[in-house]
Structure formats: structure tokens, C-alpha cells
């Protein structure tokens, strides 16, 4: 009953915005969803797992029916509704089928446009919309938090607060000190469309030295390093071994509470997605005219005597230039 009526309802509610993932200098897209179906559909499942059903986790009180729609104007909208499912509550979870493993020696770069609904705070008590991502070793009998999980965006009760939090070892306790995690947050300027991202810089061969980035808007507020983890097997688990997506918008549980009297449901209360991208940074990329490329995130140009090199048809360098010379001094370091 409560899907039909979302997409009944579903042209007279559609965002006048349509997102598609952007271009970035040095950097290839190598997935996206950017929700481009007819207004009122469901996202597409071959993209997508649309989850149903009570998941019995986190205190949660909604049953995930198929509360989610594609708008008129081409976002993913996910919309709580009171009134049924089993707690009387139903919203809408999906889960990628897409996943992959973050590129070792580059940076990878996941994001999402997100705005929430225009309900005010006072009446989203209890609400919990979240990107996040799993370990994809879940799926294949690997218990949580030792699967690995990263959460890009959080928030709950409407506050405009935004969380980044890591999830790892074991629980309770453990290396991310679950079930709280590692994590931080950042405020949120309003209810509209703002860009969530995580990137992966895997470029240092350390493990110690590689790290994990969040950032709203371009503002990084949460940073962590397989040296925060300490454990190079944990430190696998979030930053080599696959994952996938996930687009939420839970009711209750431990974190934000249960509803209240005054919590309203739907389109007010939904989490609006304008477009999910994977991204990985090009092993080189073109500087100039002449050609000259830089390896990633160092800043050291690669002349054409080194690009020789990397073609294993190095002549003999009595002399080497001083870009030669730095390569020399990064790889040592």
C-alpha cells in the first residue's frame, strides 16, 4: 500500500534538479548511478538491491518496503512513512551490486549529492538517512565489524550535524573501539544538496602512511591512516579488499531513539541522492604540450628521459636530471 502511494504521489513531489556525476582533471569515472529513469520508477535493480522486509538491526523500528523512487527530475528520493510495516514504520534501503576494490599506488574517490527533506528539526526525532558502504566479505559469511564499514554521511533527528565513521575488528571493544567506531563529524549549512566524499590514497607503498579522507563541500573532517589502525590485516579490510554502497533512511535505534509524537513522515522527512560515482586518479596525467606527466600526488614531473625508463629502454644517464634524482629520493623514502 505505502509503495503505491509513493509513486502515485511521485510527479507532484519531483526535485526541479538533475545531478550527474562531474568531471575531474586526472581522475577517470569507472562507475555511476545518476537515478536518469522515469519519474515514479524504482532505481535500477541492475544496479541496485532493493531490500525488504524488518532487518532486525541497530534497534531499528522500520520494515524496508519499496519506498523509493526515481523523480521527475532524475534524484533517488527514499521516504519514511508511519502506518505500517511491522513497528509501524516503513522506509527503503538499497544496496549496490556494484563493487570493487580500492586501486593500489592511486587515489580512489567515492561521492554522492544528498539533501534532506524540508521538514523542520523539531518533527525528525528518530530519523537516521545514511551513504555508507559495507565490506563486501558480508555477503560471503563474514561477520560484522570484521567486514570492514565505512560510513560517508550520517546524521539523526534531523540535526545538521554530518558524521564519518569507520567500523573495523571486533565488537564490542576492538581496534575502532565498536560499537561506537572511529569517526568525526562536520555541520551541515542547510537541508540542501551538498557534496559527501571519501577518497582512498593508497599512493604511499607504507601501509602505515596510506589513509582514508572525508569531506563535505570539499572540507575534509575526518582523516584516517592504517597507522591509526596499527593492524595491517584490519587496515585490508578497509582499504584492499571490496565494497559496496548503500542508501539508507532508517527509524529508530540505538543512536537516534524512537519517533515521537511529533515525528512526521514522508516527503518532508526523505533523504533526496542526486547521483552515486566511484572515481580513480590516472597514473598519469597530461601537464603540457610537451607531454610531460606527473606521478600522483607528488608533484614530480616525469621528463621523457624517465619516461625511457619506464619503458625499460633506458639508455645509459652518465648524469641524471634532477627530476631523476627526486624520483630517486621518493622511492627511497
Known sequence: MWSNTLLALAPLVASSLA???PSYSGFSLK???????SGGSSPDTGNWNII????????ELETCTRNIQISGGKTLQIVPWKGGGTHGWTSGRIESKYTFTPANGVVTRVESRIRFGSNAVSTK????PAFWMLGNSIRNGVSWPGCGELDIMETVN???RGYGTTHCDRAPGGICKETQGLGGSIA????????????????????????IKWSMDGNVFHTITGGNIGNQGVWNTLAHAPVFFILNMAVGGSWPGNPNGATQDGYGAMMEVGYVAHYQRNLAQLLGPNNITEYPNTGV????????LLDKEAPFISEPTETVARMARLFRS
Open 19 to 21: 545531478w550527474a556525476p
Open 31 to 37: 562507475w555511476n548511478d545518476a537515478f536518469d529513469g
Open 52 to 59: 525488504t522486509g524488518d532487518l532486525n538491526v541497530n534497534n
Open 125 to 128: 526525532q528518530g530519523l537516521w
Open 158 to 160: 534531523g540535526v545538521l
Open 188 to 211: 551541515i549549512p542547510n537541508q540542501d544538496f551538498h557534496l559527501w566524499r571519501l577518497e582512498w590514497d593508497l599512493t604511499s607503498s607504507n601501509w602505515q602512511s596510506q589513509s
Open 301 to 308: 614531473p616525469v621528463e621523457p628521459d624517465m619516461m625511457t
